[in-house]
């Protein structure tokens, strides 16, 4: 005898914030209803293990060039720690400080950013636009710095990521707009 299934439990679940826990099954179901703002977070993970696979393939391109000394090839911080043999090239060098750095700068940022899109997609707050900037300039941003770290590139880079800033902001003040009792729990409660 068959057991009866719960058709409910995808279903959003409703709260006192009026914020959604779940989503509904429509919005899994195909891909081309998957949420923008889910998406550009998505992509902007991808984006970062891009340019750690980008760094992991280049620095074995140098190991097995014999360009460095294996044992030491690790990067602590943003201090790299590689033993240049003679033969590392003065741009090589810079490539792989460059790339590191992009790809650090992706990581501070990537918290920052995934828990807006999560607050604004479970509160139902439409930032469709502004996620999509966010990852077109954060993509933006690494290129330029992995490119050069020439004047240019440098106010190429700055551009992008005030860009990504000020949409962020707006990311934040569109939650506040949206769900002012959700600010107001974040408030520390002092006697």
Known sequence: ???PT???QHQPTPTNTGLRLAPSPSVMTHFEE???PLAALLGF????ATLILIQAIHRWYLILGARVVP???IAIGDQSSYVPAKNLSRSNWSFVKRITRAHMNCVENLPVFGALVVVAYLSEVNVDTLVQVVLVCRVVQSVAHVISISPPFILVRMT???AQMVCMAKMTLAIHAAHPSLCEALKPNFM
Request: cysteine-free; overall charge positive.
């Open 1 to 3: 005898q068959p057991t």
């Open 6 to 8: 719960n058709t409910n």
């Open 34 to 36: 998957f949420p923008r």
């Open 45 to 48: 993970a991808l984006w970062t």
């Open 71 to 73: 044992k030491d090839v």
């Open 160 to 162: 992008a990521f005030i």
